[in-house]
């Protein structure tokens, strides 16, 4: 069966139904729980039930600051400017398609200055929304990859995804930071006893302090992963064809280690359809990517494909 604009998406299978991403909505909300226990355990071992609420009044400044204004720091951070439908005709034309068909507000768009190709969404919440996308893609892709790149990512906008991975990220700092606190603090005397019973919880609470960081990381990494399998998924289910996405990943990543990305740093990786730095730091740097590999995407995307044909 030939795909073309018109091809109706009926009988594809939702995103909640594709084999594997239920699995990763249930896997994502027990990792978020766990990082927060991680958390809690960490402020009580530090400072008791005192130490507990410090770090979850933290945590909840810090998650408030980041659901307000992640998305204007984001922008800015990557120097994405604000076009109109003039400047930018064929993505506009495919948000507006893509969102109607979604159910979804109209989000800003944004066109980043930069030719490696990449794109990316933000805002709390999709009446809040903005795409943006590099020069790079867009001379890149071709209509139909385009279009899977914006289903991919107007899908983390309806699943909300980058609430969830800014939390995720605010956890594990918080948790990373209280570690350094504890670290410190031993080093300066301050977990000092006399009390040879004391002994045990004041290794325990080294050993939280040494590993819960690490773990932290890793938690992180597992969420942002998730998120984007299941993006992948929707991204597919809303566009009516899994291989334009898989044709733009396989596109996108050979992109991004010919010409690396200039802006921000590993840190906001997260935000982007494909890391845009997996390929400056080596194996280490892919082994702790936020995104799972691109073979895998590619693989399930064309999995979905197959199980089309046969249904």
Request: hydrophobic share 45%; charged share 20%.
């Amino acid at each position: 069966m030939a795909w073309n604009e018109t091809t109706p998406t009926r009988g594809m299978p939702s995103p909640a139904r594709i084999p594997g991403v239920g699995r990763n909505y249930v896997k994502t909300a027990a990792l978020m729980a766990f990082l927060i226990a991680l958390l809690a355990i960490g402020g009580q071992m530090w400072g008791g039930y005192g130490g507990m609420l410090l770090f979850g009044g933290i945590g909840l400044v810090f998650n408030f600051v980041s659901y307000w204004f992640s998305d204007r720091m984001a922008l800015a951070m990557h120097r994405a400017q604000p076009v109109t439908r003039d400047q930018l005709p064929e993505v506009y034309e495919i948000v507006e398609r893509l969102t109607r068909k979604a159910g979804l507000p109209m989000p800003r768009v944004y066109l980043i200055p930069s030719e490696t190709p990449n794109a990316f969404a933000t805002g709390r919440n999709p009446s809040h929304a903005a795409v943006a996308v590099t020069e790079g893609i867009v001379r890149l892709l071709d209509k139909r990859e385009l279009e899977g790149v914006l289903g991919h990512e107007l899908t983390h906008v309806r699943n909300r995804d980058i609430l969830i991975a800014t939390m995720a990220a605010a956890v594990a700092g918080l948790v990373a930071s209280l570690g350094h606190v504890i670290q410190w603090g031993a080093m300066f005397g301050g977990m000092r006893s006399s009390d040879d019973d004391r002994s045990g919880g004041i290794i325990g609470t080294l050993a939280w302090a040494i590993l819960a960081p690490l773990l932290a990381m890793v938690i992180q990494l597992a969420v942002s992963r998730s998120r984007e399998y299941a993006a992948d998924a929707g991204g597919a289910e809303l566009v009516g064809d899994p291989e334009p996405l898989a044709s733009a990943l396989l596109k996108l990543e050979a992109g991004n280690e010919v010409r690396p990305y200039e802006y921000g740093g590993p840190a906001t990786a997260h935000f982007f359809i494909v890391n845009p730095f997996a390929g400056m730091g080596g194996a280490l740097m892919n082994l702790m990517s936020t995104h799972p590999p691109i073979e895998e995407r590619v693989a399930r995307l064309r999995a979905m494909k197959r199980g089309m044909r046969v249904a």
